[in-house]
């Protein structure tokens, strides 16, 4: 059974009439362009079947956002999802005493809005564009609508959001304590495995640029401790930095660093 004008315009397309433009980039928007070799296994559509996750890109408008574009504001009313298909985001929350943290970095296969296109509430964070990033956007009513057609979407999302929720929890315990080294070593692996790329000269790139002050909020330590951490962990040959690029050249040592068991025996310049 075919599908109908209709079934396209629930969906978020809209067949072209009589006379319209050939099929290419409109303005703000790109070209389709296929899959990524894999997706980052724990975004949303690493964990969905690849029929399912199809038609998922297929819902709203597919927009390229160049870099420092703010795709959502805090406070912000709007309740549009956007399914981030490549590039970087950063999440930043303002902070009462002025300024923002850096909460988290979304990449490729992540879902952004997901909460406000829920329950209609503001939004609860900003998320700007870190680099190039290219995204699809979608109503939120046609989200909700395909969340009903597909349970199994919807039960996919509930675990993304509740591992998000385990991971904030788990994340303000661990950067509350412990030596800077620990935090820094901790959140940096956590970055690599989800965002790391193979680097030239062995190991490990974050894909993403990343300013070393924000490395120190999301590992809740201070600037000063962040360069004690980062001069340890240079000298022990781990990584490596330039500007807002970091390099991860051992990650098995970083993983062992990233242990609370490698640092209660270490003397205190270490930490």
Partial sequence: ?????????????????????????????????????????????????????TEL??????????????????GAGDTRVILLLSGFVTVRRSLAEGGEALLAVRGPGDVLGELAALDGEPRSAT??????????????????????????????LQRVVT????????????????????RLARTLDSLVRDHGVPDPRGGLRLAFPLAQRDMAALAGISDAGLQRAVRVLREEGVVSTGYRVWVVHDPQRLRAAADPASHRCRPPSAT
């Fill in 1 to 53: 059974m075919g599908t109908t004008e209709h079934d396209d315009r629930r969906r978020g397309r809209v067949r072209p009439g009589p006379g319209a433009r050939p099929p290419g980039p409109r303005p703000g928007g790109v070209r389709r362009h296929a899959d990524p070799p894999a997706w980052p296994p724990r975004s949303l559509m690493g964990r969905l079947p690849r029929r399912i996750g």
């Fill in 57 to 74: 890109r297929e819902l709203g408008a597919r927009v390229a956002f160049p870099s420092g574009t703010e795709l959502m504001s805090e």
């Fill in 127 to 156: 998320v700007r564009a870190a680099g190039e990033a290219v995204g699809q956007v979608i109503r939120a009513d046609t989200f909700r609508t395909f969340l009903r057609e597909r349970p199994e979407v919807a039960e996919t």
């Fill in 163 to 182: 591992g998000r929720l385990r991971e904030a929890v788990r994340d303000r315990v661990d950067t509350g304590v412990g030596p800077a080294r620990l």
